[in-house]
């Protein structure tokens, strides 16, 4: 079947310019896109009229920090039992991990309540994000998301030939749904929804959710980004994943990056019906990408349910730090229900960055809505005291 997309002229068109090669890897969308990165007259990347991110200086230069703090990785993680299992497996290195990936399918659809039919491996979610972005935009169509929102799935889907209609969030920070809906056209293959939405860590209401889900995916398929869900004390109850067994036509994705602490070892997946997962599965594979160590660790972490609770524990109390030092600053906060804060500065995103990584600390900068915001990840509480004195010492 010719498509509209050959991959390796898409990759010598993703060759990086020297800026945005040295951008790389601060980045929060796919690997793949379709022209070099393509920054602004001041260096920075911007994403829509609303929402653009302001790079680290020299980022070639390798830079020790004492708190790495702009990348949502889990500070605590992989879990010692993960950790055990990769020992034992790694000399099987050697070999694929398909009878074992066939066991983790098992494993995470008795815990998702679907059958292994739904379920769909990746080496990261992100991985997923994109390879749906690429089958289902490869004849154009439109993508409807909210802005911001993490890029990963939206860019690929440009790069691809899709366009974007961005929906600006509420005041609250939640998805406008009403406003989501109305966007839907009949060019409209996939709508987007991260929830808890990255880069604010907001929330949308999960009864609106559900109604706007189980409507509109009559419609067109709605994909779900729940990355950050685990970090919710009830996060089963939020969920859309008991849309599967209604017949709904949703995509929902879940890594084992973050609450697991997993983000180097790469395993991903989705739950959808299968029909839709075939469409993705004719023109490529999943979970060729995972190795078998890395399989063994995932389906020891999900036994680790100790783990998961000290992880959510830990950072619900590092967030109350920084809540509580950004109320004494006088900072005001979007407040989160994930592994990282996001909060208004007073000051140029590049500049900001530079200082606060000569204070060994590094965060994230954006520009949203015509405000400068940094974003700043969970780390240990060691960590957050770096970065409040810091953050005291920069900008107070």
């Not at 980004?225 to 996060?235: K, M, N």
């Not at 590092?318 to 005001?332: K, M, Q, S, T, W």
Request: hydrophobic share 40%; with cysteine.
């Amino acid at each position: 079947m010719k498509t509209n997309v050959d991959r390796r002229e898409w990759l010598k068109k993703g060759i990086l310019t020297a800026a945005g090669a040295m951008a790389a890897p601060y980045l929060t969308y796919g690997a793949f896109p379709a022209e070099p990165i393509a920054l602004d007259a001041k260096g920075n990347l911007p994403y829509t009229p609303f929402f653009k991110e302001y790079l680290p200086y020299a980022p070639t230069q390798p830079v020790e920090l004492a708190a790495k703090l702009n990348a949502n990785e889990n500070p605590y993680g992989p879990s010692p039992m993960a950790v055990k299992a990769m020992q034992e497996y790694a000399p099987k290195g050697n070999r694929y991990a398909w009878k074992e990936l066939y066991q983790l399918m098992d494993k995470i659809a008795a815990e998702e309540g679907v059958k292994q039919e739904n379920i769909m491996m990746g080496p990261g979610s992100s991985d997923l994000l994109e390879k749906t972005a690429m089958v289902f935009f490869q004849n154009g169509g439109n993508i409807v998301s909210a802005d911001p929102a993490y890029m990963s799935l939206i860019k690929v889907a440009q790069a691809t030939g899709a366009t974007w209609k961005p929906i600006p969030l509420k005041k609250d920070w939640s998805h406008d749904l009403a406003a989501m809906e109305a966007a839907v056209d009949d060019e409209t293959k996939l709508v987007y929804i991260c929830n808890p939405n990255n880069p604010t860590g907001s929330m949308t209401d999960h009864a609106e959710l559900v109604d706007f889900c189980s409507r509109v995916s009559e419609k067109t398929p709605i994909f779900v980004d729940e990355a950050y869900l685990g970090f919710l004390d009830d996060s089963a109850k939020k969920s859309m994943v008991s849309l599967i067994n209604e017949g709904k036509n949703v995509i929902i994705a879940r890594t084992f990056s973050k609450i697991q602490g997993m983000a180097g070892l790469r395993v991903g997946y989705v739950v959808a019906q299968p029909e839709t997962l075939g469409i993705i599965q004719k023109i490529t594979r999943g979970g060729m990408g995972i190795s078998l160590p890395s399989v063994y660790a995932a389906m020891a972490s999900m036994d680790d349910v100790a783990f998961k609770e000290k992880s959510r524990k830990l950072n619900k109390e590092c967030r109350a730090y920084v809540y509580e030092n950004l109320d004494r600053l006088g900072f005001e906060y979007v407040p989160s229900s994930t592994s990282f804060i996001i909060f208004p500065i007073e000051m140029d995103g590049k500049p900001f960055l530079e200082k606060m990584t000569a204070e060994g600390v590094g965060v994230r900068a954006f520009e949203i809505y015509g405000k400068n915001w940094c974003r700043v990840s969970m780390g240990t509480m060691d960590e957050m005291k770096l970065f409040t004195a810091a953050l005291e010492k920069v900008l107070v």
